[in-house]
């Protein structure tokens, strides 16, 4: 078999740690507690985690507004805690990669306290302030997070730009001294020892000097792959990251095949792989997100496809359903009605997990965790979530039950729930009280139960996890979309030499007939429902995969 980098072969876990496992009672997650589960990720087959931000922080965004680069929140715990962490992940021959958040700080990071007091202040060109004009805002830009993306200072007078929360100040990569900061944090981390970092939003770095008026509002067209983006990127990869045996995995919405080839293609010296969310944007609609839509089936199939096809041989795919910012994976592609939930997740795993890519598992959906269930707004913690609420209901867009009804299919807090670990109150989770309502189903599906059944969510994940390592038609195997129009089938072939698979995937609860594919089909590989599969018809949410032979 080629040679293939560790990055491409191995398995992430996403840890959110706030609710991961909370280990002295204060409702909050710790890591102390992901020590505490270290086996548990380990034995399901990951050999990577991701660790969203544990620096410290005000809070605004859970993390994603950073005070301080080099210390750890003591909601999370010490240094000591960390290095513990990152030497225990070691010992099991697992791997840690940091998000790194540095398109924004919070508000409170040092840096902006000083660039906020004077205009000749020494920090002021670390972050981006504008003139008002006409006595407002410096343009029509609307932040991510709703509002203007422009914030007065009263101090000067100047307005700066926060795409995110106005407690998230943009920094200024143009300035080559915020850039040489960033560069020096990360070798820091890295020279204590960390594998690779997530990279938030990095696709949004850098601002055009000009910034007119957006249509509607939107900055996207100025700051989505931004003018400088790979210049930066280029010389961070040079001044730090090539240096070391690290992965790197930039988050950036908005991307295209074409643009994705920019950031990961194999010779472009940036970064390892790209986020990119055509897949879980398909619902989007005249509200943006805010949608109680499910995706349609061969939208989301043509999207793969090209993902598939087109970034072969030249850049590398991330496969993921969720993470802390999408609402949970069997419920917004599966079905988590109670007799197809546990089937539907299974189904979910095997129709991703066996295309080309690194796989990226987000905490709980091992368990196939369904969305929280949330009723009240009063429920709900995420500044997003809320901030979009309260736009939607008090300019009267959106009646409240209606915007509601949104909330529960498509907020991230469905993604934030404490992990449910046991039957029992808190989930096993927490002693105390946690800081976000425990997901609606805990008592059906946690941890514990799961461990107990070999038939269980996690033990299919653990299986198909086995199943592609070190297997040369999943890292190399071409890829082929079958009956693309199919409202209810998800079929493919991948094939590499004279070995192949064939995966069938029924994304419904009819019984479903397949046509001939016209291939010599060989034993099952593997399959969701108990026993044998038979090739010519699928069960509801039945997934199997069978060999081809030739
Ligand atoms: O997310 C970036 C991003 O694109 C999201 O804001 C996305 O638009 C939204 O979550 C969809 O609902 C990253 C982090 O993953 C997110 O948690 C942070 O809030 C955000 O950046 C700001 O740091
Ligand atoms: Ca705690």
Redesign the pocket.
């Known amino acids: 078999m080629d040679k293939v980098e560790w990055w491409k072969d191995a398995v992430v876990y996403q840890i959110y740690p706030k609710s991961f496992q909370d280990s002295n009672g204060d409702g909050i997650g710790d890591l102390r507690g992901i020590i505490r589960r270290l086996d548990y990720i380990k034995t399901l087959g990951a050999d990577v985690i991701w660790l969203c931000p544990v620096y410290d922080s005000p809070n605004a965004?859970?993390g994603?507004d950073i005070r301080d680069y080099y210390s750890i929140h003591a909601d999370y715990g010490t240094m000591e805690d960390f290095d513990l962490l990152l030497k225990e992940v070691h010992q099991r021959d697992m791997k840690l990669i940091m998000d790194l958040?540095v398109?924004?700080t919070s508000d409170e990071h040092p840096w902006f306290q000083e660039s906020r007091k004077a205009k000749d202040n020494p920090y002021r060109d670390y972050y981006i302030w504008r003139e008002a004009k006409d006595g407002h805002e410096p343009n029509n830009w609307s932040s991510?997070f709703g509002g203007s993306a422009w914030e007065m200072d009263p101090a000067t007078g100047m307005y700066y730009l926060h795409i995110?929360h106005k407690k998230?100040p943009d920094l200024n990569w143009e300035n080559p001294s915020v850039r040489a900061e960033i560069y020096k944090m990360m070798e820091w981390w890295l020279n204590k020892g960390v594998d690779g970092f997530r990279m938030?939003?990095i696709n949004l770095i850098s601002k055009p000097e000009q910034m007119p008026d957006g249509i509607n509002g939107d900055l996207s067209p100025y700051c989505v792959n931004g003018p400088n983006v790979h210049r930066y990127l280029r010389e961070m990869n040079r001044q730090v990251s090539a240096r070391y045996d690290i992965m790197t995995v930039g988050?950036c919405?908005g991307l295209t095949v074409e643009t994705a080839k920019k950031y990961a293609g194999y010779d472009r010296g940036e970064l390892h792989m790209v986020f990119q969310f055509e897949h879980t944007g398909l619902t989007d609609g005249i509200y943006g997100?805010w949608t109680t839509q499910s995706p349609y089936l061969p939208d989301l199939k043509a999207v793969f496809e090209k993902w598939q096809t087109q970034m072969r041989g030249e850049a590398w795919n991330c496969l993921f359903w969720g993470?802390?910012?999408q609402p949970r994976a069997v419920s917004k592609f599966g079905c988590d009605l109670p007799e197809y939930r546990d089937l539907s997740a299974k189904m979910l795993c095997l129709c991703l997990y066996f295309m080309q890519g690194t796989p990226y598992i987000y905490q709980g959906e091992e368990l196939g965790m369904a969305n929280a269930g949330f009723f009240d707004i009063g429920q709900y913690k995420d500044v997003?979530s809320l901030n979009a609420y309260h736009s939607f209901v008090d300019s009267g867009t959106l009646d409240k039950r209606a915007m509601l009804d949104c909330l529960a299919h498509v907020s991230?807090d469905n993604a934030r729930t404490p992990m449910q670990w046991e039957n029992n109150a808190g989930a096993g989770f927490t002693q105390g009280t946690p800081w976000i309502s425990v997901g609606a189903n805990w008592r059906a599906v946690n941890a514990e139960r799961e461990l107990s059944n070999p038939d269980s969510v996690y033990y299919f994940y653990q299986k198909v996890l086995r199943l592609r390592k070190n297997n040369p038609v999943i890292l190399h195997g071409d890829f082929r979309l079958l009956w693309p129009e199919d409202e209810a089938l998800f079929a493919y072939t991948r094939i590499y030499g004279n070995k192949g698979y064939l995966v069938l995937c029924n994304f419904s609860d009819k019984e479903l007939r397949i046509p001939d594919p016209g291939l010599n089909i060989g034993p099952l590989l593997i399959g969701n429902y108990s026993g044998q599969a038979s090739s010519h018809i699928l069960r509801a949410y039945e997934g199997a995969v069978f060999t081809i032979t030739f």
């Open positions: 965004d859970n994603y958040v398109n924004h991510w995110f998230q938030d939003v988050e919405p997100k993470n802390h910012d997003e991230r």
